[in-house]
Nanobody, 117 residues
């Protein structure tokens, strides 16, 4: 019922910046939380940042003060602004959305972020 498509990943130098976008389509009216997760090779998928319909945000400690999550309800889009990127930020970044807390939610296919010289 909800489809998510991420974009904006790519290769960036350490210290650089990148903005990821996630566009939601389908039955979007009841989405109350959206977030970004990431998964590096050999690692568990971890929460990076999340934002509720009311604008409350949560960040992983490793990205706090460097990343910012925001949303545009008119465009059904959530963004992840990434600054001062580090090699350890290299991962596939996935968009997530939840409408019914009793259901598993929705996932995008992911976008690769590589931080390297």
């Amino acid at each position: 019922q909800v489809q998510l498509v991420e974009s904006g990943g790519g290769l960036v130098q350490p210290g650089g910046s990148l903005r990821l976008s996630c566009v939601a389509s389908g039955s979007v009216s009841n989405i109350y939380i959206m977030g970004w997760y990431r998964q590096a090779p050999g690692k568990q998928r971890e929460l990076v940042a999340a934002i509720t319909s009311g604008g409350t945000t949560n960040y992983a400690g490793s990205v706090k003060d460097r990343f910012a999550i925001s949303r545009d309800n008119a465009k059904n889009t959530v963004y992840l602004h990434m600054n001062n990127l580090k090699p350890e930020d290299t991962a596939v970044y996935f968009c997530n959305a939840i409408d019914d807390p009793n259901e598993p939610g929705y996932w995008g296919q992911g976008t690769q972020v590589t931080v390297s010289s």
